[in-house]
């Protein structure tokens, strides 16, 4: 295998460098696009300018895989590990929208192998069964070599296949090299690190940077927050979870309200459209906006549209730092006319989905177990590459602006977060009709972890040969399939404790069922 040598790159220009994905010198730099999953625009251009992110809009990124390589969307997700392809359309809750997105066709690949190994995945929406294979995989011109990854037979709720970009969910299983791995361990990023630059609703183009900052999308500093231990968090998951230690909101007349100082376990998931949070911070939210009626029904605070275009923010405080999120980038528009604030009670495991990340330029260091956060701005394009030591304590963003304050910590304003009571509004008699939900993100994988299952084959080898062999019931293990694999597509295989014996031809370590 020959290394790749970034030194040979010439960067792009900043214009450039914003469209496209590109390589620097230890960093891989890719567009983020927003794409919406609603039935109501199932005929229309499926990746679009995003402006305004009715029913579901997810964030996606374009890649290659294969030899010849073959242009494939997945959704970006920071709440899950792995990378899986080829959603069930029949099954995926949006056939038609599905059905719009090219496939992995398998059995043209040259440099595809089995593994002889199945599995099936759990989000908070849907679950995949998928046979992992090994190929290349491209990411902004960047090829990683020998990557495992998922093609799916059968899945349920999800119409486009995942990139997953988290630490393992379950800690106290091994698990096989992730894409962030590989990149690290091929050389083509100094750390398991990156960036990631969402942007607002009315913004077609965020990024994501594997390995690298780009200083001319944040404001000030960025504010260190360590990932907290998974014994520190209320799943016992390990993810990207940080403390929130505050909240705050500034009213369209400039009014504000504070919380006391709170800390909060919250994990940031681009999978998520939604935000979830305990329900007391959640009814605190709700009741902020101007006119918000709670709906039992489908559990939102619905709100006029047009309190979108009003100038209120909700403040977030972390430690000395807070992101304030536009109401316009909070509010959804879930069906046509009809509008509700982008927060859910999640008490088991609270989650900052897609309508807090807009409006945070986030860094996300799994090597230093730290994340780091500012203001989301945009004022051109200035990478920088992270070193194997981190993110630079000194590194500032090049954008002006005025950050929001810091609440003093203990001085509460007014914004109890912390009991729970009966919403201010409540809706009586009809309530909207929030039945077409559209796709959102898939949710967080499911902390529980992988689940042993039997499996038959995706199809025929397209050369050589690789049998199924025979399946074990659940634990129980059996025999992998035979044959050249190197060569052959996956055509079988077996699952168990038995089967994972066949990963160690790949050097991939057995995790825990």
């Not at 999800?158 to 992730?178: E, T």
Request: hydrophobic share 40%; net charge negative; proline share 7%.
């Amino acid at each position: 295998m020959l290394p790749l040598l970034l030194s040979s790159v010439t960067l792009l220009s900043a214009p450039a460098l914003a469209a496209v994905a590109a390589r620097g010198e230890g960093f891989i730099h890719a567009p983020v696009k927003a794409t919406r999953g609603t039935p109501k625009l199932l005929r229309r251009q499926a990746e679009e300018a995003t402006t305004n992110h009715k029913a579901g809009t997810m964030y996606t990124l374009d890649i290659d895989l294969g030899t010849p390589p073959q242009t494939i969307t997945v959704i970006l997700d920071t709440g899950s590990p792995d990378l899986w392809v080829n959603p069930t359309c029949e099954t995926s809750g949006e056939p038609e929208y599905c059905a719009q997105f090219a496939q992995f066709d398998y059995t043209t690949s040259s440099t595809i192998a089995d593994t002889g190994y199945a599995d099936i995945l759990s989000y908070g929406k849907g679950n995949v069964t998928i046979e992992y294979v090994t190929d290349m995989v491209t990411i902004g011109s960047a090829q990683i070599t020998d990557q495992i990854f998922g093609v799916n037979f059968e899945s349920y709720d999800i119409p486009m296949g995942i990139l997953g970009l988290s630490p393992a969910v379950n800690p106290a299983g091994g698990d096989y090299p992730f894409v962030l791995d590989n990149m690290a361990s091929q050389g083509l990023i100094n750390s398991r690190a990156f960036s990631l630059d969402l942007r607002g609703v009315d913004s077609p183009d965020g990024a994501i940077i594997f390995g690298g900052i780009d200083t001319g999308k944040f404001i000030g500093n960025l504010e260190a927050l360590p990932i907290l231990d998974p014994s520190q968090t209320p799943s016992g998951a390990d993810r990207y979870w940080v403390a929130l230690t505050g909240l705050g909101v500034t009213l369209p007349d400039g009014t504000s309200q504070t919380s006391e100082e709170i800390a909060v376990p919250v994990f940031l998931d681009s999978g998520g459209t939604l935000s979830r949070l305990p329900t007391p911070i959640f009814q605190a939210i709700g009741d902020v906006f101007p006119g918000a009626q709670f709906d039992p029904d489908s559990g939102f605070y619905v709100v006029d549209c047009s309190v979108a275009n009003q100038p209120g923010s909700l403040d977030f405080v972390f430690n000395s730092k807070v992101i304030s999120v536009a109401w316009a980038d909070f509010i959804w528009e879930l069906q046509e006319g009809v509008c509700v604030v982008g927060v859910l009670p999640g008490d088991d495991e609270p989650v900052f989905g897609d309508s807090f990340l807009r409006a945070a330029y986030v860094v996300y260091d799994q090597d230093n177990r730290s994340l780091h956060i500012a203001q989301a701005a945009n004022c051109g394009t200035n990478v920088v590459a992270i070193g194997a030591s981190g993110v630079p304590a000194d590194l500032v963003g090049d954008c002006t602006g005025v950050e929001a304050p810091t609440p003093t910590a203990g001085a509460g304003g007014g914004l109890d977060v912390t009991q729970t009571r009966a919403p201010t509004n409540t809706i009586t008699g009809a309530s909207p009709a929030l039945t077409t939900l559209g796709f959102g993100g898939p949710g967080p994988a499911a902390t529980g972890g992988r689940k042993s299952t039997t499996v038959g084959g995706l199809g025929p080898a397209p050369t050589g040969t690789s049998n199924g062999g025979n399946g074990g019931n659940g634990g129980n293990g059996g025999n992998g399939g035979n044959g050249d694999k190197k060569n052959g597509a996956v055509a079988g295989v077996s699952v168990g404790s038995g089967a994972m014996v066949a990963l160690a031809a790949v050097n991939v370590a057995a995790w825990l069922l």
